[in-house]
Structures are given as C-alpha cells and as structure tokens.
C-alpha cells in the first residue's frame, strides 16, 4: 500500500487547511489511521486516530477543539481538518497506518505571519 499526501503549505495564524491522505489498494476500511507530526527539534508527535470505520476519533490535547480527523472509505482517503493553526503547528505531517508502520511521505505545514 501506499500513503500519498498532498495539500500541507504556508498559512497565517488562525489560518485553516485540510490535509489528505490517499491510500492506494483495497484493504484501506480494514484498518485504523493516525496522523502524527514532527516538529522541527522535537519527536514525532501523534496527532489523531481513526478507527477503521471512521464512528471513532480521538486527538491530542494541544489539538483537540481545533483538528477534525475524519475518513472517507469508498474514496480510501484519510483528512485532517485543522482549524486555529498556530505557530506551534508548524510540522511534517504524516499519515500512518498503524496495522503495519505504512506512512506517507509527509507533508509540510508552516504556520507564520
């Protein structure tokens, strides 16, 4: 399988943007996602999680009132809704299936004035 995430970019606090993450391959329902990201001089950090049939969420504290994970099965694409981005956004985001380690290739998201 492969993890494809396009989207990611520049935005200015308070900004928004939606990530996605297209999975490639049949099985993509079978299994629950995350999101994670690594911020520049930290460890990865998770982000979200998804179970397979996409009825349960859970975040993060730093992110929870601000971040929608959310999946769409017949499209075997995983999102990631981040609203009231802030500076401390700023990461590589990545999806990762948890079943096997898959991740995508990640994705930047700069949050700056």
């Known amino acids: 399988v492969q993890l494809v995430e396009p989207g990611g ?5 308070g900004g928004s943007l939606r990530l996605s993450c297209a999975a490639s391959g049949c099985m993509f ?3 629950s996602m995350k999101w994670v990201r690594l ?3 930290k460890g990865l950090e998770w982000v979200s999680t998804i179970n ?7 975040c993060a504290y730093s992110v ?7 999946r769409d099965n017949a499209e075997n694409t995983l999102y990631l809704q981040m609203n ?11 999806c990762l299936r948890p079943f096997d380690g898959t991740r995508g290739q990640g994705t930047q998201v700069t949050v700056s004035s």
Do not use: H, M, N, S
């Open 9 to 13: 970019g520049l935005v200015k606090p």
């Open 29 to 31: 329902r079978r299994y």
């Open 39 to 41: 911020a520049p001089g």
């Open 52 to 58: 397979a049939g996409g009825d349960q969420a859970y």
């Open 64 to 70: 929870k009132d601000r971040y929608t994970i959310f």
């Open 84 to 94: 009231g981005l802030q500076p401390e956004d700023t990461a590589v985001y990545y």
